[in-house]
């Protein structure tokens, strides 16, 4: 399945980092996902969950206090508040 490059990061550190086949974000108006070869995008996000499914199908969940996302040229950067109450991330 094709891949592409995913960062979430806070004002702290970069919580996540790493190849993903998808990645489904909670939009101001609703959820979206993004996959491979997306096009260009920037997007509020609202408060919830960033639910990640990296190359090798393990899935992860990260929530957030939003943020905005950006999608350009095969990588994705989701810049959030914080992230909260989650033992799948990364420091």
Do not use: R, W
Not at 1 to 22: D, H, Q, R
Not at 24 to 38: M, Q, R
Not at 57 to 82: A, C, D, I, M, R
């Amino acid at each position: 399945m094709a891949t592409f490059k995913l960062e979430i990061i806070t004002p702290e550190k970069k919580v996540y980092t790493g190849n993903v086949s998808s990645v489904k974000l909670p939009g101001i108006d609703g959820s979206f996902s993004v996959l491979s070869l997306h096009a260009p995008l920037i997007s509020t996000l609202d408060k919830g969950t960033v639910e990640v499914t990296e190359e090798n199908g393990t899935k992860k969940q990260f929530s957030t206090q939003g943020g905005v996302v950006e999608v350009l040229n095969n990588e994705v950067t989701v810049l959030v508040e914080k992230v909260f109450n989650n033992p799948n991330t990364e420091a």
